[in-house]
């Protein structure tokens, strides 16, 4: 689906109004340079061989955007950013209307994750469970990515899904 028929707003396409018909703030979609990234467990989410993880992206411009759909979400380590195993499916939430992420703000996401240990957790050795350094997160609508820092993840290498995303939901 193209950023326009989101209502994302591009250069040269115009503004974006709002509901009076006046010209709305954010009307650039949210991009990485705009962006920090961080991954947080969640509490209390562990439970029948799963747990969750929030991803939040820190609007850290100074100027609002537009945020909606799916984060790019995938597990990297060796030191040196490589993607290990494969990345998260995105779960069947339904489309969300893009929102303005103003200065400051935050969107957020959920993972969701197979509990995984250097026995590959409730998977075992369909798993190949390998140490991480953290996560890579690309924003909605955004090939360029940005890293979380996650010490003590276990991550499953082989081709075995065990990562699922929501849509990001912005808080402002």
């Not at 609002?64 to 494969?86: E, K, L, N, W, Y």
Request: hydrophobic share 35%; aromatic share 4%.
């Amino acid at each position: 689906m193209s950023a326009a028929l989101l209502g994302l707003g591009m250069a040269g396409a115009g503004t974006v109004a709002n509901a009076a018909g006046l010209p709305d703030r954010g009307d650039q979609a949210c991009s990485q340079p705009m962006l920090r990234a961080s991954v947080t467990h969640i509490p209390n989410s562990d439970g029948a061989g799963h747990t969750g993880y929030q991803v939040n992206l820190k609007n850290v411009s100074p100027e609002s955007c537009r945020m909606a759909g799916f984060p790019g979400v995938s597990v990297v380590g060796h030191g040196d950013g490589t993607q290990i195993g494969q990345p998260a499916d995105w779960s069947t939430s339904p489309a969300g209307q893009p929102k303005v992420l103003n200065p400051g703000a935050t969107a957020t996401a959920k993972i969701n994750a197979v509990n995984v240990d250097e026995n590959g957790g409730i998977l075992g050795a369909d798993c190949k469970a390998v140490k991480a350094d953290g996560w890579r997160i690309s924003p909605p609508n955004d090939t360029r990515a940005l890293y979380a820092p996650y010490p003590g993840l276990w991550a499953c290498s082989s081709d075995v899904v065990w990562l699922q995303v929501t849509q990001m939901n912005p808080t402002s």
